[in-house]
């Protein structure tokens, strides 16, 4: 059984998290295709090129402790906007979006470009201030020294990166339901999209 739900949106949002529960809920693979962009990005920090970096990349290097940084997060976004380098990741993530036994995958672009025949897409969403703060708080759990002001800048500047790229700009697609956690808790948020996906499903 092939069921391919995608979900989409920006930095912080809680797409991650909820696409990780909706994975579980389902007994689905799931893929953090950011991890994609930021395994590249940690590559292109120690000196390697973009695009020969997205080309040879392997699983395992999706295992890198250090790719949650914010240096890394910033490089990522960087890399994102070359147009070579998202097609070399294409092939990597649709042939995992077509596995047996369903898959979850979060990004920016896969309801409409990755996946855009997904049976179920969603666009997870929040106020810039929100995603900031969440970020921040997350990043000095790890130890990272960095202002609330730097880290809502970051946003604000890595969503008009995003939003602008001349390939593939982070959009909800047009048949995607827009789930904003600005005031939701988690569990508010996962219920909101397994609700909706189970009406794909039937």
Avoid: W
């Amino acid at each position: 059984m092939m069921f391919t739900v995608a979900i989409d949106g920006p930095a912080a949002a809680g797409k991650g998290t909820i696409s990780k529960a909706v994975a579980a809920h389902y007994g689905f693979a799931h893929l953090d295709t950011g991890l994609l962009y930021r395994a590249v990005g940690a590559k292109v920090l120690a000196g390697a090129d973009a695009l020969v970096a997205a080309q040879t990349l392997q699983p395992s290097d999706l295992d890198n402790a250090d790719l949650r940084t914010h240096d890394v997060a910033q490089a990522a976004s960087q890399v994102a906007v070359n147009a070579d380098v998202r097609e070399a990741l294409v092939t990597f993530q649709r042939d995992f979006a077509r596995r047996d036994g369903g898959a979850v995958l979060d990004g920016r672009d896969i309801g409409t470009v990755i996946c855009p025949d997904a049976a179920a897409k969603l666009y997870v969403t929040a106020s810039a201030v929100c995603r900031a703060a969440r970020r921040h708080k997350e990043l000095q759990d790890r130890g990272d020294d960095i202002s609330a002001d730097q880290v809502l800048a970051d946003v604000i500047t890595r969503d008009k990166r995003d939003a602008e790229r001349a390939t593939a700009p982070m959009v909800a697609a047009d048949d995607a339901i827009v789930i904003d956690t600005s005031d939701m808790t988690i569990a508010q948020a996962v219920a909101a999209a397994v609700a909706y996906i189970d009406t794909q499903r039937t």
